[in-house]
């Protein structure tokens, strides 16, 4: 059973519009969300995180909004460039001693200039 | 340089042999992790440690095996008891401690092609 998903396995945006990722989680212990950006053939690199004591972190174009009523959370990257395309794994871990990181199983954003 | 390394970068094995990938950091991390991503899956944890000498199952473990005997190291064999070895396995480290929440880094990764 999947405790983090992303139902859209691909999604493709034109150069310079909002490209908006979606994860949804099942378990209510997740209280740290992080969101990875990986390249072929390479380690995912960490791109932004947020804590379950807020509903919104940004970091230059990337802004990411949790809403812990729905599990929902959503990457959102203004403006798209082609240097975006790649996959974005959505994660999670409860912030307790022992805490591992839960995946989902990525998007693959194409951005078409 | 701060980081964590993996070796080798790509890696082929005979049905029934067993292979070690290595995986390395001088990140002063605590925790340490393996994962293996499938074509169109996510990543998904074979073992973790949170600190030196002691490891825990992740969830598709069987197969595998890690030792952690130095805090910078974390090697994974791949024994000729996991089925479908063929994959990309992925390591990670990041700072434990708690209720602190962090991000983990992770290597390259290793590809596994067994023939």
């Known amino acids: 059973d999947q405790q983090v998903k992303q139902n859209s396995p691909s999604l493709s945006v034109q150069e310079g519009r909002i490209s908006i990722l979606n994860c949804d989680y099942t378990?209510?212990?997740?209280?740290?969300f992080l969101w990875y950006k990986k390249y072929p053939a390479e380690g995912p690199t960490f791109l932004i995180s947020?804590?379950?004591?807020?509903d919104k972190n940004e970091d230059g174009r990337f802004t990411v909004f949790l809403n812990k009523s729905a599990k929902h959370l959503s990457l959102h990257i203004v403006p798209s460039q082609p240097g975006d395309s790649a996959v974005y794994f959505c994660?999670?871990?409860?912030?307790?001693?022992?805490?591992?990181?839960?995946f989902g199983p990525g998007t693959r954003l194409s951005v078409l200039p | 340089d701060g980081g964590i390394t993996q070796s080798p970068k790509y890696l082929f094995r005979k049905e029934g042999q067993n292979v070690t990938l290595s995986c390395e950091q001088n990140?002063?991390?605590?925790?340490m992790y393996w994962y293996r991503q499938d074509p169109g899956q996510g990543l998904r944890l074979i073992y973790y440690?949170?600190?030196?000498?002691?490891?825990q199952k992740g969830d598709i473990a069987e197969g595998y095996s890690v030792s952690r005997e130095k805090k910078e190291s974390f090697p994974l064999t791949v024994t000729s008891a996991q089925k479908n070895p063929t994959a990309f396995y992925l390591c990670?480290?990041?700072?434990?401690?708690?209720?602190?929440?962090?991000?983990?880094?992770f290597g390259q990764g290793t590809r596994l092609t067994v023939v």
């Open positions: 990670a480290s990041s700072m434990t401690e708690w209720r602190t929440n962090t991000e983990a880094f």
């Open positions: 378990n209510s212990m997740f209280d740290y």
């Open positions: 947020i804590s379950s004591i807020k």
């Open positions: 994660a999670a871990s409860a912030g307790n001693y022992g805490q591992n990181f839960v």
């Open positions: 990140l002063n991390h605590d925790a």
């Open positions: 440690s949170q600190i030196v000498n002691d490891f």
